[in-house]
């Protein structure tokens, strides 16, 4: 179970650092700082799926740049988590075209069964509920994102239960896509 | 059923990877740049009549030859797939599927505009699609389709993929670089355009997923023969996201010239409105380009039949049409209450406005306040003139288009629909009914 309270003074596994010693090879050599939301992503999917100051603090010296550059970014982009969440973070888009096709009810319905509010986690941890805006999948709505993965066509019960009860099965944290060995993660969508 | 010109293999299992795509033609486009100028690349693009296929409709060939050279300074192709325009998912579509010919087009367009390093910037939500592209990617550098000296040519190119963190704004090119050098995503003020000044300040393009990806066929069929496909100044095939209240949304590869009538209604494309409802409104081509109702997006306001491409779909300005913008078709059926569409897309632009402008970050907020109060029966008369006022005063005066993005789908919808606002003032208990929608504007058939 990945740890949701942030560690006093988190560090890199070897896995990431090789990850980030990679991405910072795509960028001209006095610009470094291009690797900022590349490495913002990999330390949130390192760290229980948010980043804490201590945790920026850490992008910051990986990447030579002062805290308030970090802080800036990550509080200026909706996919970073600034905030403690449950062990799946489920981000409802509520934009137009979903709305159009039940995305409110989409999001009354999952409100009911993980008991956990719009903003905020469910009571047992497991599933933090966060609205986001347009995830281009609108032929498919309504839409939800998990990690990386995409949960569309979700107007009825069934295809909302499946993805539930995926989420439930995960035991573990899935592997992260810099932990495997050329392998994409690879998923199940309509497209 | 009209030539597909992108999508031609997207069902071909394995088409995804360098081998099959090879082996159905993949990479013809680059062998054949290769051995062509740099010049005589642009030249094709330029006779093909390409138009931006990101929203705006620029052409590309121009954008091309707008890009400073000077000696000894870098620079870069910019691939813009922060996809996120509200009824817009094809980019998605044709990374996930078809990764190789974006790749191939990119290479094709490097190598006219003599970059040696390319980014393709992609929105932090398709990180899954990313993790496709670097495989495939990585697949043709192990051919000898990136890296030093690619096929022989002398020509070299390093290919990366780069993601966005969540943020509509960064698909404005000089907010995507702004993202791409590790910053908060606040637009630049042009000039000095990417082209001039971009990436690390140096000679920048920044193009659309799929206007890349159609450098493939133009260079494979001559940039003539693609500009024979399509009608006036809208040539070629384009893809279109059809969502919404259809019975057939998904993705589709017209040529341009198709009637709007015929796309929404034809078993060969959207298969008319679900559950045998009426049509109301269409907004054509992403959330901000203004809404048309039915009547209106059926015909111009002269009784043309309006056809999918630029120019028709622009007939009558914004008085009594619309844009074609990035493609992405949303159809709303009588059911709808277009106050609460109107709110529910003012939200997002104010959510995704960056806040550098005040016009833009407080009218915005203002757009999407008294937008939800008149949704929720709290509304006058006033403030149906006062969003449309708020909405005139972002516009021109803001330094990127989002401004502009956030005021027409208010000022289209109080034009076309004001007397669906006004019902919501006059009769706040009947208009504030779960799933209410005021029918009074509806033409039948």
Same mark, same amino acid.
């Given at each position: 179970?990945?740890?949701?309270?942030?560690?006093?003074?988190?560090?890199?596994?070897?896995? $990431? @650092? &090789? #990850?980030?010693?990679?991405?910072?090879?795509?960028?001209?050599? /006095?610009?470094?700082?291009? +690797? *900022?939301?590349?490495?913002?992503?990999? $330390? @949130? &999917? #390192?760290?229980?799926?948010?980043?804490?100051?201590?945790?920026? /603090?850490?992008?910051?010296? +990986? *990447?030579?740049?002062?805290?308030?550059?970090?802080?800036?970014?990550?509080?200026?982009?909706?996919?970073?988590?600034?905030?403690?969440?449950?062990?799946?973070?489920?981000?409802?888009?509520?934009?137009?075209?979903?709305?159009?096709?039940?995305?409110?009810?989409?999001?009354?319905?999952?409100?009911?069964?993980?008991?956990?509010?719009?903003?905020?986690?469910?009571?047992?941890?497991?599933?933090?509920?966060?609205?986001?805006?347009?995830?281009?999948?609108?032929?498919?709505?309504?839409?939800?994102?998990?990690?990386?993965?995409?949960?569309?066509?979700?107007?009825?019960?069934?295809?909302?239960?499946?993805?539930?009860?995926?989420?439930?099965?995960?035991?573990?944290?899935?592997?992260?896509?810099?932990?495997?060995?050329?392998?994409?993660?690879?998923?199940?969508?309509?497209? | 059923?009209?030539?597909?010109?992108?999508?031609?293999?997207?069902?071909?299992?394995?088409?995804?990877?360098?081998?099959?795509?090879?082996?159905?033609?993949?990479?013809?486009?680059?062998?054949?740049?290769?051995?062509?100028?740099?010049?005589?690349?642009?030249?094709?693009?330029?006779?093909?009549?390409?138009r931006?296929?990101?929203g705006a409709g620029?052409?590309?060939?121009?954008?091309?030859?707008?890009?400073?050279?000077?000696?000894?300074?870098?620079?870069?192709?910019?691939?813009?797939?922060?996809?996120?325009?509200?009824g817009?998912?094809?980019?998605?579509?044709?990374?996930?599927?078809?990764?190789?010919?974006?790749?191939?087009?990119?290479?094709?367009?490097?190598?006219?505009?003599?970059?040696?390093?390319?980014?393709?910037?992609?929105?932090?939500?398709?990180?899954?699609?990313?993790?496709?592209?670097?495989?495939?990617?990585?697949?043709?550098?192990?051919?000898?389709?990136?890296?030093?000296?690619?096929?022989?040519?002398?020509?070299?190119?390093?290919?990366?993929?780069?993601?966005?963190?969540?943020?509509?704004?960064?698909?404005?090119?000089?907010?995507?670089?702004?993202?791409?050098?590790?910053?908060?995503?606040?637009?630049?003020?042009?000039?000095?355009?990417?082209?001039?000044?971009?990436?690390?300040?140096?000679?920048?393009?920044?193009?659309?997923?799929?206007?890349?990806?159609?450098?493939?066929?133009?260079?494979?069929?001559?940039?003539?023969?693609?500009?024979?496909?399509g009608v006036g100044k809208s040539?070629?095939?384009k893809?279109f996201?059809?969502?919404?209240?259809?019975?057939?949304?998904?993705?589709?590869?017209l040529?341009l010239g198709v009637p709007v009538e015929e796309f929404i209604?034809?078993?060969?494309?959207?298969?008319?409105?679900?559950?045998?409802?009426?049509?109301?409104?269409v907004v054509a081509g992403g959330?901000s380009v203004p809404i048309l109702p039915?009547?209106l997006i059926l015909k111009t306001a002269a009784?043309e039949n309006r056809l999918m491409t630029y120019e028709s779909l622009s007939d009558g300005g914004f008085v009594t049409g619309t844009m074609l913008g990035s493609g992405g078709f949303i159809a709303?059926?009588?059911?709808?209450?277009?106050?609460?569409?109107?709110?529910?897309?003012?939200?997002?632009?104010?959510?995704?406005?960056?806040?550098?402008?005040?016009?833009?970050?407080?009218?915005?907020?203002?757009?999407?306040?008294?937008?939800?109060?008149?949704?929720?029966?709290?509304?006058?008369?006033?403030?149906?003139?006062?969003?449309?006022?708020?909405?005139?005063?972002?516009?021109?005066?803001?330094?990127?288009?989002?401004?502009?993005?956030?005021?027409w789908?208010?000022?289209a919808?109080?034009?076309?629909?004001?007397?669906?606002?006004?019902?919501?003032?006059?009769?706040?208990?009947?208009?504030?009914?779960?799933?209410?929608?005021?029918?009074?504007?509806?033409?039948?058939?």
């Amino acid at each position: 179970m990945e740890p949701t309270t942030a560690p006093a003074k988190p560090k890199f596994s070897p896995a $990431a @650092q &090789a #990850e980030i010693k990679r991405l910072l090879t795509h960028y001209p050599d /006095d610009r470094k700082k291009s +690797t *900022l939301l590349p490495v913002l992503h990999i $330390a @949130q &999917a #390192e760290f229980g799926g948010w980043v804490s100051p201590e945790v920026q /603090d850490l992008v910051a010296e +990986t *990447l030579g740049l002062r805290p308030i550059e970090v802080y800036e970014v990550s509080t200026f982009y909706t996919m970073f988590n600034l905030k403690p969440v449950g062990k799946h973070v489920i981000e409802i888009c509520r934009t137009g075209p979903c709305m159009l096709r039940g995305s409110d009810e989409l999001t009354a319905h999952l409100e009911r069964i993980t008991g956990a509010e719009v903003g905020g986690t469910s009571p047992d941890g497991v599933f933090t509920l966060k609205e986001v805006e347009c995830l281009a999948a609108c032929g498919f709505a309504p839409v939800v994102q998990v990690r990386e993965k995409y949960y569309e066509s979700l107007d009825t019960e069934e295809n909302v239960n499946a993805m539930l009860n995926e989420l439930r099965g995960l035991v573990h944290r899935p592997i992260l896509p810099w932990e495997e060995t050329g392998l994409p993660t690879s998923l199940q969508n309509n497209y | 059923m009209g030539r597909k010109l992108l999508t031609e293999h997207v069902n071909v299992e394995g088409i995804e990877t360098f081998a099959v795509y090879r082996k159905h033609g993949g990479y013809r486009a680059v062998e054949k740049a290769l051995k062509m100028t740099p010049e005589e690349v642009v030249e094709e693009v330029k006779k093909s009549g390409l138009r931006g296929r990101g929203g705006a409709g620029f052409p590309t060939g121009l954008k091309w030859s707008f890009l400073a050279k000077p000696e000894g300074v870098p620079r870069y192709l910019v691939c813009n797939a922060d996809e996120s325009e509200p009824g817009t998912f094809k980019d998605r579509f044709l990374m996930s599927k078809l990764p190789h010919l974006l790749i191939e087009g990119m290479i094709a367009g490097s190598y006219a505009l003599g970059a040696r390093t390319s980014y393709i910037y992609i929105r932090g939500e398709l990180l899954y699609v990313l993790r496709i592209l670097e495989k495939a990617i990585a697949e043709a550098y192990a051919a000898g389709f990136l890296g030093e000296n690619i096929q022989g040519s002398g020509y070299s190119l390093d290919l990366h993929v780069h993601p966005g963190g969540g943020a509509y704004i960064c698909g404005e090119e000089t907010a995507l670089l702004e993202s791409l050098e590790g910053k908060r995503g606040n637009p630049r003020n042009k000039p000095p355009f990417p082209a001039v000044q971009g990436l690390y300040a140096r000679p920048t393009v920044v193009n659309n997923v799929e206007s890349i990806a159609t450098v493939v066929p133009i260079l494979n069929m001559g940039g003539d023969e693609y500009a024979k496909i399509g009608v006036g100044k809208s040539t070629g095939t384009k893809l279109f996201s059809a969502c919404g209240h259809l019975n057939k949304p998904g993705i589709y590869e017209l040529e341009l010239g198709v009637p709007v009538e015929e796309f929404i209604y034809s078993d060969e494309y959207c298969g008319g409105i679900w559950k045998g409802r009426e049509l109301k409104a269409v907004v054509a081509g992403g959330s901000s380009v203004p809404i048309l109702p039915k009547e209106l997006i059926l015909k111009t306001a002269a009784g043309e039949n309006r056809l999918m491409t630029y120019e028709s779909l622009s007939d009558g300005g914004f008085v009594t049409g619309t844009m074609l913008g990035s493609g992405g078709f949303i159809a709303m059926d009588e059911t709808t209450c277009i106050v609460k569409n109107t709110w529910n897309f003012s939200r997002f632009y104010h959510h995704e406005s960056c806040g550098q402008c005040s016009p833009c970050r407080e009218g915005t907020g203002w757009l999407e306040k008294v937008l939800h109060r008149l949704e929720h029966g709290h509304g006058s008369m006033h403030d149906i003139d006062l969003i449309v006022s708020v909405a005139k005063q972002i516009e021109g005066n803001t330094i990127c288009p989002l401004g502009e993005a956030a005021a027409w789908p208010v000022a289209a919808a109080v034009r076309h629909f004001r007397d669906e606002f006004e019902w919501h003032v006059t009769h706040p208990k009947e208009a504030t009914q779960p799933g209410a929608a005021y029918r009074g504007n509806l033409v039948m058939a």
